[in-house]
């Protein structure tokens, strides 16, 4: 059983926690799953994330759920837009203050469920527009259902507090 680890490295000499089904090996003896479930740690950043996931996972490539929940992360770390295939993502109850942080995230082009409440971030003014108009594909946000309300409210949102960027006209030069 995984119990409160300060570092990723420290989970390839953990046997996972036992669920409602067995866990499936490959012939090497790692695990075959697609979701890496992290949650309830002390985990504070996720340096060696890819390699430990390489050592623990037949194909890390097809991870599609990670969950780092109540952990002690920051900030969320690039290494998690490596995983294309990832639809489910679950950071909430950390310590990420700042709602630009979601701009990572946009990289991920299968996303569908993101949870980031009980984070400092979540104080943020426009936090559920900014994250709903950064991130348009996801169809669960915090737990809840994204309504084509939410969409309408989080454009008006973005009209009125985002400034489009300006376009830079080359100008000639004779």
């Known amino acids: 059983m995984v119990e409160f680890q300060a570092s ?23 695990s075959l799953t697609q979701s890496l479930w992290l949650n309830n740690n002390v985990l504070n950043d996720l340096r060696d994330f890819n390699q430990v996931a ?17 952990n002690d992360l920051t900030s969320i770390d690039p290494v998690l837009t490596t995983f294309f295939n990832l639809s489910v993502l679950y950071l909430h109850g950390n310590s990420i203050q700042h709602l630009g ?19 400092p971030m979540e104080e943020e003014k426009g936090y559920r527009q900014y994250v709903l108009c950064t991130l348009p594909h996801i169809t669960t ?34």
Do not use: C, Y
């Open 101 to 119: 942080e979601v701009n990572k995230l946009a990289l991920l082009p299968r996303l569908r469920s993101l949870t980031l409440h009980g984070n």
């Open 54 to 70: 390489s050592q623990l996972l037949e194909h890390p490539e097809n991870l599609a759920w990670i969950d780092l929940s109540f």
């Open 141 to 174: 946000f915090d737990f809840s259902g994204v309504t084509k309300a939410d969409r309408t409210t989080a454009e008006v949102w973005k009209r009125m507090n985002i400034k489009p960027k300006k376009a830079r006209i080359k100008q000639n030069t004779l």
């Open 8 to 30: 990723v490295t420290d989970l390839v000499n953990e046997e996972p926690r036992t669920g409602l089904r067995p866990l499936k090996r490959s012939k090497s003896g790692k």
